[in-house]
């Protein structure tokens, strides 16, 4: 069994709802994921996340059974995005589009969380986090799963225009 079989399959189990999970191992995610802690809402794009993510923090070195997909799985409960604690980032969606889009948008929250927190830490000025009623009221305008369509269908279409026919969606299946 491969460690992304043992991932994906147990998601997928655990939420009809997702038709795609995105695994990878990234270098900010990495190295937001090896500081243990979740996204701070630093700016309008980390509101896609907002209570809408979470932190596994069991690494348990290579996943090869299906036991840590299912803690995995059971972590990230009804959530789009997880950060795998000293391994990598985690997204899951209704669509191809969707979980790509939000993927590479965590990847660049991960990025700017990093760079916040340097920033701080030779400041000593804590970043300014985004408030709650703020972040919820963003979030449901960009965190929406055809908000996460909208986000990852341009980076299609590049590839679309760059590689040819739009073939990725498979036989049958269409955008939501």
Same mark, same amino acid.
């Given at each position: 069994?491969?460690?992304?079989?043992?991932?994906?399959?147990?998601?997928?189990?655990?939420?009809?709802?997702?038709?795609?999970?995105?695994?990878?191992?990234?270098?900010?995610?990495?190295?937001?994921?090896?500081?243990?802690?979740?996204?701070?809402?630093?700016?309008?794009?980390?509101?896609?996340?907002?209570?809408?993510?979470?932190?596994?923090?069991?690494?348990?070195?290579?996943?090869?059974?299906?036991?840590?997909? =299912?803690?995995?799985?059971?972590? %990230?409960?009804?959530?789009? !995005? $997880?950060?795998?604690?000293?391994?990598?980032? #985690?997204?899951? @969606?209704?669509?191809?589009?969707?979980?790509?889009?939000?993927?590479?948008?965590?990847? =660049?929250?991960?990025?700017?969380? %990093?760079?916040?927190?340097? !920033? $701080?830490?030779?400041?000593?000025?804590?970043? #300014?986090?985004? @408030?709650?009623?703020?972040?919820?009221?963003?979030?449901?305008?960009?965190?929406?799963?055809?908000?996460?369509?909208?986000?990852?269908?341009?980076?299609?279409?590049?590839?679309?225009?760059?590689?040819?026919?739009?073939?990725?969606?498979?036989?049958?299946?269409?955008?939501?």
């Amino acid at each position: 069994m491969t460690a992304a079989y043992a991932i994906h399959a147990e998601i997928h189990k655990a939420r009809p709802d997702v038709l795609c999970a995105a695994h990878c191992h990234s270098v900010y995610g990495r190295a937001m994921c090896a500081m243990g802690k979740e996204l701070d809402m630093l700016t309008q794009d980390f509101c896609t996340f907002y209570n809408d993510h979470v932190l596994y923090p069991n690494f348990a070195g290579l996943v090869l059974a299906t036991d840590e997909g =299912k803690q995995i799985a059971a972590c %990230l409960g009804d959530k789009k !995005a $997880a950060l795998l604690g000293n391994h990598g980032l #985690l997204t899951t @969606g209704p669509s191809i589009e969707a979980t790509v889009g939000w993927f590479v948008l965590l990847e =660049k929250c991960c990025q700017v969380q %990093l760079a916040a927190d340097a !920033a $701080a830490a030779g400041t000593g000025k804590p970043p #300014l986090v985004i @408030g709650e009623q703020e972040a919820q009221s963003t979030w449901e305008a960009i965190g929406t799963k055809n908000g996460g369509y909208f986000m990852g269908l341009p980076l299609f279409q590049v590839a679309e225009r760059e590689f040819g026919e739009r073939t990725y969606l498979g036989r049958g299946l269409r955008p939501i």
